[in-house]
């Protein structure tokens, strides 16, 4: 009699289950280092962290993140010092770290402690899947020096899928949360682009994720909607991207259609700029207001800029821009910076 033996696979075959083991720990620097940002330093590596890896529980790929807050604020408010990465190291620059202390008003020449930590996750960190690291503090005295803003690149065909050149457009985290934007002309509309974290493709690289509004790494190319100058908005800390395609123009009491209607900026191809030269009418009305113009975009009022201090720089939704005097002048707009400026000259 032949008898035959079955056995399930059913254990087998389960998925691996993920489990938050030990937490990435940090060797280095030590906790208490100490760095004096000077003007000859500013350019370059501070410090080089490094950590051990994560334990997971399965064999997968883990994502790391090293984060930077003033000590005392338990990091409700932190900045990225290495966005998220798969190596267990990551250098950071003087200028950075500096750059983080004056935005946090810090009076330059102060010695000031700041806390570090290393978040590890596997997939997103908002999915819950995340461990982190004890603190290290360092103490970091910073310098008084124009203020850099953290930059992503947007690589694209429109030139050359070249994140370190110099015709590579950028977004700008102004206020150092991982919330990244700016203006960068496409071109044609359709034209393709990712968004990376260096000026490379070594590490953080972004793209369509397939999923309208959310971007993954690397993900598939971006396209452009439109053409011209494109709004580009993308928060790092859940990924969530939008692209808003904008053509510009100037409106005002002080313009040849006044309030009515926009008077079209025009593309200088030499060097990036918006401009158009016009008669404006300067100076105050009858009742006493006076003749002014903002910057606006698609002919609506959802993106407009003015100038709060009159100091050549662009707020969104700013005050109106006061003209002194009538006469013919050209009003050039400048998008390709941290922070948007103008200039009206008259001629």
């Not at 806390?115 to 690291?133: H, I, L, P, W, Y």
């Not at 203020?147 to 050149?165: C, D, M, N």
């Not at 859940?238 to 926009?262: E, H, K, R, Y």
């Amino acid at each position: 009699m032949l008898v035959f033996g079955f056995s399930s696979c059913a254990d087998e075959d389960r998925d691996p289950v993920l489990r938050l083991g030990d937490a990435a720990s940090i060797s280095a620097p030590e906790d208490g280092a100490i760095f004096i940002v000077t003007e000859e330093n500013l350019g370059e590596d501070m410090t080089t962290f490094s950590w051990s890896a994560a334990d997971f529980g399965v064999a997968t790929a883990v994502n790391y993140i090293l984060e930077a807050d003033l000590a005392g604020n338990d990091f409700a408010d932190p900045i990225r010092l290495v966005p998220s990465t798969t190596a267990t190291d990551g250098s950071i620059t003087y200028a950075t770290v500096n750059s983080f202390l004056l935005g946090r008003e810090v009076a330059p020449g102060t010695p000031t402690e700041i806390q570090t930590r290393v978040r590890a996750f596997v997939g997103r960190a908002e999915d819950g899947n995340e461990t982190v690291s004890s603190v290290t503090t360092l103490v970091v005295t910073p310098f008084e020096a124009a203020r850099e803003f953290p930059q992503y690149y947007v690589p694209g065909a429109y030139q050359g899928w070249s994140p370190g050149a110099d015709n590579v457009g950028r977004l700008y985290s102004i206020d150092d949360n991982g919330v990244y934007r700016g203006f960068v002309n496409f071109g044609n509309e359709g034209s393709e682009y990712k968004i990376t974290d260096q000026a490379n493709w070594d590490n953080g690289i972004f793209g369509a994720s397939g999923e309208e509004g959310v971007l993954t790494s690397p993900g598939d190319n971006l396209v452009s909607p439109g053409t011209g100058f494109h709004y580009l908005d993308f928060n790092v800390n859940d990924l969530s991207f939008t692209q808003t395609a904008t053509s510009w123009g100037i409106i005002g009491s002080g313009t040849p259609t006044g309030w009515d209607s926009d008077t079209d900026l025009v593309f200088n191809e030499a060097d990036g700029t918006l401009s158009i030269t016009l008669d404006l009418l300067g100076g105050q009305d009858a009742d006493g207001n006076d003749y002014a113009f903002k910057f606006r975009a698609n002919d609506a009022w959802d993106t407009d800029f003015g100038d709060n201090d009159a100091d050549g720089t662009l707020d969104f939704g700013g005050a109106n821009i006061a003209i002194a005097e009538s006469g013919n002048y050209t009003v050039t707009m400048n998008l390709q910076q941290a922070i948007p400026t103008y200039t009206i000259v008259k001629n």
